[in-house]
């Protein structure tokens, strides 16, 4: 048996991987600081450089309207007074990107893009033709089957 006299740790990879780009971040011990990296509330991973604020802002007022945006503005940043006081004008979207820098993990999904719908999936893309054509996956697959292999498949596509 061996006795270890050290003080021992136990150390762990960390992976991250942005939704909106498919960047990704390893290393030991690494948390989503050294990954440049944030997460909302609902477990979206994405990189700093894929959030602008002024698209957010822009995607609340077109979802909420000019006075209920403001409102939500407000109290996000009232509730996290500490987090972007440190900031030193008063420009709404540079204090709202500090304080999701301050936050880092499960920032307010009303400032996530995907929550708010700036950056879709395909799979949900997907989900939602499939509901809205009242469509089957399977059904499709087998369509598809029957134009040929893939080759033949993206043909079609392009045509």
Same mark, same amino acid.
């Given at each position: 048996?061996?006795?270890?006299? #050290? *003080?021992? @740790?136990?150390? +762990? +990879?960390?992976? *991250?991987?942005?939704?909106?780009?498919?960047?990704?971040? @390893?290393?030991? =011990?690494?948390?989503?600081? =050294?990954?440049?990296?944030?997460?909302?509330?609902?477990?979206? %991973?994405?990189?700093?450089?894929?959030? =602008?604020?002024?698209?957010?802002?822009?995607?609340?007022?077109?979802?909420?309207?000019?006075?209920?945006?403001?409102?939500? &503005?407000?109290? !996000?940043?009232?509730?996290?007074?500490? /987090?972007?006081?440190? @900031? +030193? =004008?008063?420009?709404? /979207?540079?204090?709202?990107?500090?304080?999701?820098?301050?936050?880092?993990? #499960? $920032?307010?999904?009303? !400032?996530?893009?995907?929550?708010?719908? &700036?950056?879709?999936?395909? +799979? $949900? %893309?997907?989900? *939602? &033709?499939?509901?809205?054509?009242?469509?089957?996956?399977?059904?499709?697959? #087998?369509?598809?089957?029957?134009?040929?292999?893939?080759? @033949?498949?993206?043909? *079609?596509?392009?045509?």
């Amino acid at each position: 048996m061996k006795i270890s006299l #050290d *003080f021992v @740790t136990n150390s +762990s +990879s960390c992976s *991250f991987i942005c939704d909106i780009c498919g960047n990704d971040a @390893t290393g030991w =011990d690494m948390g989503l600081y =050294d990954a440049e990296m944030v997460q909302c509330e609902n477990g979206h %991973t994405i990189c700093e450089s894929e959030i =602008d604020m002024y698209d957010v802002i822009k995607r609340l007022v077109d979802l909420n309207g000019e006075k209920k945006t403001l409102k939500i &503005l407000n109290e !996000l940043l009232s509730e996290n007074y500490e /987090a972007v006081t440190s @900031t +030193s =004008d008063d420009n709404v /979207a540079d204090n709202l990107h500090a304080l999701i820098l301050e936050e880092r993990y #499960d $920032i307010n999904e009303g !400032l996530c893009p995907i929550c708010l719908g &700036l950056h879709i999936d395909n +799979s $949900i %893309t997907l989900d *939602f &033709l499939l509901k809205k054509y009242n469509e089957n996956i399977d059904k499709i697959n #087998d369509d598809l089957r029957m134009i040929g292999n893939l080759g @033949t498949i993206k043909k *079609f596509l392009k045509e």
